[in-house]
């Protein structure tokens, strides 16, 4: 069994940065072969993904989010990053640590509230 832990949410006006961080509670070699993602739940819409990187380091992003947020991952930490800049109203929501290996694994979710 895999456990994520996120931190990092809160209230933040737009333009501003967040960093959420997801600790995985697992064997260091297993994490270092997931893939990990970041999804996001705003009200009334389905989950969507908005940043992923894979074992080797490759990313991909949701085109809402591309140049704006960062995701990265430090496998000595069992760790992986969301760096959210000039954030936007729209980017409210839940945020979700997910990790892939054959079966997914979630966190627990950490609100993004992005108002003035």
């Known amino acids: 069994q895999v456990q994520l832990v996120e931190s990092g949410g809160g209230l933040v006006q737009p333009g501003g940065t967040l960093r959420l961080s997801c600790a995985a509670a697992?064997?260091?070699?297993?994490?270092?072969?997931?893939?990990m993602g970041w999804y996001r739940q705003a009200p009334g819409k389905q989950r969507e993904l908005v940043a992923a990187?894979?074992?080797?380091?490759?990313?991909n992003y949701a085109d809402s989010v591309k140049g704006r947020f960062t995701v990265s991952r430090d496998n000595a930490k069992n760790t992986v990053y969301l760096e959210m800049n000039s954030l936007k109203p729209e980017d409210t929501a839940v945020y979700y640590c997910?990790?892939?290996?054959?079966?997914?694994?979630w966190g627990q979710g950490t609100q993004v509230t992005v108002s003035s």
């Open positions: 697992a064997s260091g070699t297993f994490f270092s072969i997931l893939t």
């Open positions: 990187i894979t074992s080797g380091g490759s990313t």
């Open positions: 997910n990790g892939h290996h054959v079966r997914d694994y």
